[in-house]
């Protein structure tokens, strides 16, 4: 089954960190580019970061520049998102995704993926 699941979402203080991990099940990672989105309550959801296939291009939106830190394991087939200095206004669900595309310049636009995880909850609060 082709699925991707996130994980690594949780509460904390502002100024801490998280690690989100993607597991990619049912696809050849190195094969594809990844994507990290994310949607806060009431706004749309947007792109945060994307690696593309062959892992040497990353893009990042520009508020989590220097911040957050995109990452893959292929042999264990996940994605990883590595986020610092985390302030409330990054609180959200993030997902990830894939269009299942053969890139050499990642994606950040939600209308191409065809394949999302169902999500994890990121809150930043004292």
């Known amino acids: 089954q082709v699925q991707l699941v996130e994980s690594g979402g949780g509460l904390v203080q502002p100024g801490g960190s998280l690690k989100l991990s993607c597991e990619v099940a049912?696809?050849?990672?190195?094969?594809?580019?990844i994507a990290w989105f994310r949607q806060a309550p009431g706004k749309e959801r947007e792109g945060v970061s994307c690696?593309?296939?062959?892992?040497?291009?990353?893009r990042y939106a520009d508020s989590v520049k220097r911040r957050f830190t995109i990452s893959r394991d292929n042999a264990k087939s996940t994605e990883y998102l590595q986020m610092n200095s985390l302030k409330p206004e990054d609180t959200a669900v993030y997902y990830c995704?894939?269009?299942?595309?053969?890139?050499?310049?990642?994606?950040?636009?939600?209308?191409?993926?065809?394949?999302w995880g169902k999500g994890t909850q990121v809150t930043v609060s004292s």
């Open positions: 690696t593309s296939s062959s892992d040497d291009s990353t």
């Open positions: 995704a894939t269009d299942r595309v053969v890139r050499t310049i990642c994606s950040l636009d939600t209308r191409g993926m065809n394949l």
């Open positions: 049912g696809l050849t990672l190195r094969y594809y580019s």
